[in-house]
């Protein structure tokens, strides 16, 4: 038994059952059969939370201890999860229905970002400023305060670790509320932090529903700043909601990056690369590069490549070695995919590829999509411009740099996006008029603790991963005193 039966919330160091008993199952995508049962929080207990979240905060225990304290209880956790490793993937893998390799590459990821801010919390820095003379200024990075910190599904354990690391840095104090879907991992994360020694209330979670105790958390006048990380309209309720109080917020949301491929590039490199850029996670990623623009002069080349290739994609159970996608996060989500699919058709799209819910025993249990390549797409069709977040690619033909470049930059989104080609001058010329948060340079992977995450346009604000996400859990405070050896008399009276 290497998960429990039962999750209670986590507050105030605490495992508490929620105010009115309530309970949700959770279950294992990939079979359908029900994993554990999770508290369903009331808004009395995210009440409850917060008030944690602020006492803790309150009494100086957390915000005011030494920051290189701070990073060594940091440090600790990621040993601990290090020690947890394989229990930590077998979860994940067990809630989301992800591969292991998947899995393993994320947990992984999660450690290192708690190493990466382990380091980084000492180099919170304020400075001296250029005043009249007479006067000296300094200015103090102090913690926010407490953060409400809302999760998705697809990347349930490293959404958290993007979240909580840098909070915990700053001396911020959480209430994190993972997706229902794949509350798990986000617990265990809670009872390693209080075994290394953060102290009751630092970290709270909570699980419930969304739309409930989603929005009571975002009008919550205990919290002081949001952390979202989820599609683009729940974005837009936070932001709405979030005026109330004037809540600091960041906003991590959806995406339909574009992968370009010019004619100068290596064929193979890129047929694998676009391969992997959508359909890693079961195309359950934010940064998934789901529009695949293909110069006209290598399309055939490339195309039969790439359809060979997806065709040897493996999707099964995803313990199974050797599987490369496993399932998709719920029944509700396979038919929104699967519409997708439909309404491309009815756009005028064709299905190349896949396309369909896979065939066979293995896939009678559980929810299932097949890798699909659709052709024929123009830019402007719905599947081009709306997010799917599954293995669905839609492929389009391009003449020349200037007119790839337009269509990638014509939708909503700006979060990933990928560019191939041998010619160093073309792929900065084209990262630079990208209008998206990441490029990726004959490369189909981006995120690593310290590089900069996030999104332009309606992809959101603020960013992960990096240094400067310090600075979005603190506020700047400015000291100016006044140290001339003469009083100040100003009114001279
Ligand atoms: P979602 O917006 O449906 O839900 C995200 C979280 O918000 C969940 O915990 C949910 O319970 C909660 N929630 C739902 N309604 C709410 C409300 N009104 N107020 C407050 N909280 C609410 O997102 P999802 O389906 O869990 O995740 C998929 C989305 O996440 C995709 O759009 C994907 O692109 C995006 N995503 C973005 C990034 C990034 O870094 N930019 C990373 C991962 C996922
Ligand atoms: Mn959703």
Redesign the pocket.
Known sequence: MRIKQHYPLFINGQYVESSNGEVFETINPATEEVIATVAKATKEDVDHAVEAARAAFESGKWPKMTAAKRGRLLNQIANLMRERFDDFVYAEVLNSGKTVDAAKGQILQAIEDFEFYAAAAITLQGDTNQVPNGFFNYTVKEPVGVCGQ??????PLM?AAWKVAPALAAGCTVVL????YTPITAYMLAEICQEAGVPDGVVNVITG???EI??Y??EHPGIDKVA????????K??MR?ASGTLKRVTL????KSPNIVFDDCDIEAAVNGSLYGIFYNTGQ???ARSRLFVHEAIYDEFMEKFLEKASRIRVGNPFEKGVHMGAVISRSHQQVIDSYVKLAVEEGGEVLYGGKIPEGEEFEKGYWYMPTVIGNVKNDMRVAQE?I?GPVVVVMKFRDEEEVIQQANETIFG?GSAVWTKDHGRAHRVASRIRAGIVMVNSPISAFPGTP???YKQ??FGR?LALETLNLYTETKSVVSYIGSKPLNLFGI
């Open positions: 809302i999760i998705p599904w697809n990347y959404m509320k993972p997706a229902s529903s969304g739309s989603g929005p958390m975002i979202f990380t989820g599609e683009t309209e729940t974005g309720d936070i909601r991590e949301l959806g995406g990623s934010c940064e997010e977040f979060l995450f996030g999104g992809s959101g992960e």
